[in-house]
């Protein structure tokens, strides 16, 4: 199954560019890093924008969580980075109770390899 909705999908400029590429966060740190030197940058974050809308409309969802307030879809696989690297990343998105567009959660490197 593929992301529902992923054509839809919400993705904030600020998780970008305030978080998963951004030197100085407490939590994204050790992710700007990651994505960092595969030639992902603040100044070209839509990169990583298209990157991880491609990664969530091309690989299936590994798992799905219900919770009261909606659904949390995970996407594990490939993602391609402006060096031609294929990074093996899992995509978190979220859809709320009542609603069908995705909204984006966050990102992080994967140590196994997932295909």
């Known amino acids: 199954m593929k992301l529902p909705g992923c054509d839809a999908a919400t993705i904030p400029k600020d998780k970008i560019v305030g978080y998963l590429l951004s030197t100085t966060h407490r939590a994204g740190k050790s992710k700007a890093a990651f994505f960092g030197k595969h030639g992902f940058a603040v100044e ?3 990169a990583l924008e298209h990157a991880l809308r491609e990664h969530a409309a091309r690989k299936p969802v590994s798992r799905t969580v219900d ?3 909606g659904a949390r879809y995970i996407v594990d696989g490939p993602l391609g980075a402006p060096d031609g690297a294929a990074l093996n990343v899992r995509s978190v ?4 109770k009542g609603t069908t567009v995705p909204r984006f959660a966050t990102a992080h ?3 196994r390899r997932v295909t």
């Open 44 to 46: 070209n974050w839509r």
């Open 67 to 69: 919770s009261a307030n």
């Open 93 to 96: 998105w979220f859809i709320s």
């Open 109 to 111: 490197p994967l140590k």
